[in-house]
């Protein structure tokens, strides 16, 4: 990241003007990022490094003259799409997909712009860190915390699956966004997509329409219900269902549901069951997200309504 552009970053609608500056002597951290848009400019400050994924780095950015942090999500392009000059947003299905989502437990998407080398998404920041940096200084926890994350990210599932017919696709501990408050947040669309929905695609009346198109689409969110069979497993037992030495022997695994509960732990039967219709092979025998919000696991144990950031280290001591 050198150098000082400028450019439309939405040249259709002409709308905004967003430019990127940076302090070329000094060092990396004292960079701005300068969003020109509308009528007065606004400036990002950038904090601190908050992780990088498979094609971003993600900082920590302040909006000149306020105090309210954000995150910001600075993608490389041409690590995206080879050979083109400019993305324009139709071209970045995670952009499209998620500005238009909003739920208490989904990342909020604040705005986004690019110059010719990066796009720079903002982010609501989520101070705590993932789920995944949880588990590994935790290891298992208990089943009430179990509860109050699942509810959480049920409620954010059920959003997307019903509301937006939107698939996330990539639902993992690390994609759990963690906030100040111990609220969870739903992150990375990058591999999310949208149902072909048969209303959108079938104007009209739908009596030629094949069973399985109409099928396939309560099928295909059932990919992310699996998920969350991992990610229940993997928070109650430590570590992920379908752990092994070898990726290939993880891919076999995966595709015989071969899985076990280790021995000595002390799982109630509502988890053990749980999991257990998550991780079916036969996609529509698994529930929906709106099901698994009234399983017994969630409605009939204690769930409490926060958790102190002291879980995030160690067990609480009245879970
Ligand atoms: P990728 O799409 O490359 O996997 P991610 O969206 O997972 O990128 O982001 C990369 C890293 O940036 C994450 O692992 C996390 O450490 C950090 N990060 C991403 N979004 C946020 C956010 N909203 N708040 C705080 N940190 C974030």
Wanted: aromatic share 10%; with cysteine.
């Amino acid at each position: 990241i050198d150098g000082t552009t400028l450019i439309d970053a939405n040249k259709k609608r002409g709308l905004f003007r967003f430019a990127f500056t940076e302090d070329g002597a000094a060092s990396e951290s004292t960079y701005e990022i300068v969003d020109l848009s509308g009528y007065s400019e606004v400036k990002y400050i950038r904090g601190r490094f908050l992780g990088k994924g498979g094609n971003a780095k993600c900082y920590e950015v302040t909006q000149e003259g306020s105090n309210k942090a954000l995150a910001c999500k600075i993608v490389r392009k041409n690590m995206r799409i080879i050979g083109k000059e400019l993305l324009n947003e139709q071209e970045i299905p995670e952009i499209r997909i998620h500005r238009n989502v909003k739920h208490p437990n989904i990342v909020d998407f604040h705005s986004y712009f690019e110059d010719d080398r990066f796009i720079y998404i903002l982010l609501e920041l989520c101070e705590n860190e993932s789920l995944l940096q949880l588990s590994q200084k935790r290891g298992a926890i208990t089943e009430p915390e179990v509860r109050y994350f699942l509810r959480q990210i049920l409620e954010g599932v059920k959003y997307l699956h019903e509301e937006e017919k939107i698939i996330h696709r990539d639902l993992k501990l690390g994609n759990i966004f963690i906030t100040s408050g111990m609220k969870l947040k739903i992150g990375d669309f990058g591999l999310a997509t949208e149902l072909e929905s048969e209303d959108r695609k079938y104007v009209g009346t739908p009596n030629y329409i094949a069973p399985e198109i109409v099928e396939r689409i309560g099928y295909d969110c059932k990919a992310d219900i699996w998920s969350i069979g991992c990610l229940l497993y993997a928070l109650l037992i430590g570590k992920p269902p379908f752990e092994s030495e070898s990726l290939k022997q993880t891919y076999k695994k995966i595709k015989a549901a071969d899985y076990e509960i280790p021995e000595g732990t002390n799982l109630s039967l509502e988890a053990t069951r749980l999991i257990h219709q998550c991780l079916q092979l036969d996609p529509s025998k698994r529930p929906t997200a709106r099901e698994i919000l009234m399983d017994d696991f969630i409605t009939e144990y204690f769930i409490p309504d926060s958790l102190p950031e002291i879980s995030l280290t160690s067990a609480p001591s009245r879970p």
